[in-house]
């Protein structure tokens, strides 16, 4: 968990800036700055998808980070200058 004395690290998200408290993951920031809690969507009914575990067992939270597709974003922590990419494109 952060604290107020955390250091903030910018990453890029879709394109948008967005400066989060560091030792945070990717799923949480996306959560807690004003982001959906759904960036993903299901196959056949189009419906919001996320965080759903937190734990890294489903595949609810998939995302491109730094080029690298399907990442689980519950269990990557944000960096300094990371670009996250979301969307259906990692289904």
Do not use: K, N
Not at 44 to 54: A, I, K, M, N, P
Not at 73 to 91: F, K
């Amino acid at each position: 968990m952060s604290t107020p004395s955390d250091p903030a690290v910018r990453l890029t998200v879709d394109g948008t800036p967005l400066t989060v408290p560091a030792h945070r993951t990717v799923a949480a920031a996306l959560m807690l700055e004003g982001e959906d809690a759904g960036w993903r969507t299901t196959r056949r009914t189009g419906e919001q998808r996320g965080l759903f575990c937190g734990i890294g067992v489903c595949f609810d939270c998939l995302a491109t980070v730094d080029g690298r597709r399907g990442q689980r974003t519950c269990l990557v922590e944000v960096a300094d200058g990371m670009d996250v990419r979301t969307g259906t494109d990692d289904d």
